[in-house]
């Protein structure tokens, strides 16, 4: 019997790697599943539709939202929406695929209520001071919008222990390590494999 795919949902603050995390994993596995925002903004130049975003116009994003189609989306800038659609991920995990979601800490609780079998990953840095340093060092952001990300993460670790899994991004290697043997083990679990489960004791009984 085919197992369901399953979705993880990795998140963290700005600067802990999730990011750099993600890509490693998925550049190691080709077999997992990327999860494609939808979004009302305009397409940039050598973006493409199904493949960078899903662009929609926002009456038919609002038509969406209205019909349950998200497990979460969110206004940035109080202008562009952007979401998670839930058949994108609900194809994908019924076709046996394994789908890696990327999202911040308030779309992972939005998640989390909606999609209540996902895998849950928070990235943390080793330490505050390493998260600072390494805002600092991306040499991209004032020093103010480095306090708006530093006081945004404070907010955001209070949440971790709302997350199944914690990983501490020290070495990123290390890190995709550890999420690989997450993976691995939540193969595994009853609840994962209840059919099979079932199907063998209708078998004996």
């Known amino acids: 019997m085919k197992r369901k795919g399953m979705l993880l949902i990795i998140s963290g603050p700005s600067g802990a790697g999730k990011g750099t995390v993600c890509k490693a994993?998925?550049?190691k596995h080709n077999e997992l599943v990327l999860s494609i925002s939808m979004t009302t903004r305009a397409?940039?130049?050598?973006?493409i539709d199904g493949v960078h975003y899903f662009f929609e116009t926002k009456d038919k994003f609002m038509k969406l939202i209205g019909e349950g189609e998200f497990l979460e989306y969110a206004v940035v800038h109080g202008r562009d929406f952007y979401g998670t659609p839930k058949r994108f991920v609900t194809e994908q995990l019924e076709a046996?695929?394994?789908?890696v979601l990327e999202i911040d800490v308030e779309g992972?609780?939005?998640?989390?209520?909606s999609f209540k079998n996902g895998i849950f990953v928070f990235i943390m840095p080793p330490t505050f001071n390493e998260l600072k340093n390494r805002l600092i060092g991306r040499g991209t952001e004032s020093e103010?919008?480095?306090e708006?990300?530093?006081?945004?993460?404070?907010f955001e670790l209070q949440n971790v222990n709302k997350y199944d899994y914690v990983v501490i991004n020290d070495v990123v290697e290390n890190a995709v390590d550890c999420v690989e043997t997450i993976l691995k083990a939540e193969?595994?679990?009853?609840?994962?494999?209840?059919?099979?489960?079932?199907?063998f004791?209708?078998?004996v009984l």
Request: glycine content about 10%; aromatic content about 2%.
């Open 25 to 27: 994993l998925l550049a």
């Open 43 to 47: 397409p940039r130049e050598n973006e």
């Open 96 to 99: 046996g695929n394994d789908v």
């Open 108 to 113: 992972a609780m939005q998640v989390k209520n």
């Open 144 to 146: 103010e919008a480095i």
């Open 148 to 154: 708006r990300r530093l006081k945004t993460a404070a």
């Open 187 to 199: 193969c595994y679990t009853v609840g994962r494999n209840k059919e099979v489960i079932d199907e």
């Open 201 to 203: 004791i209708g078998g």
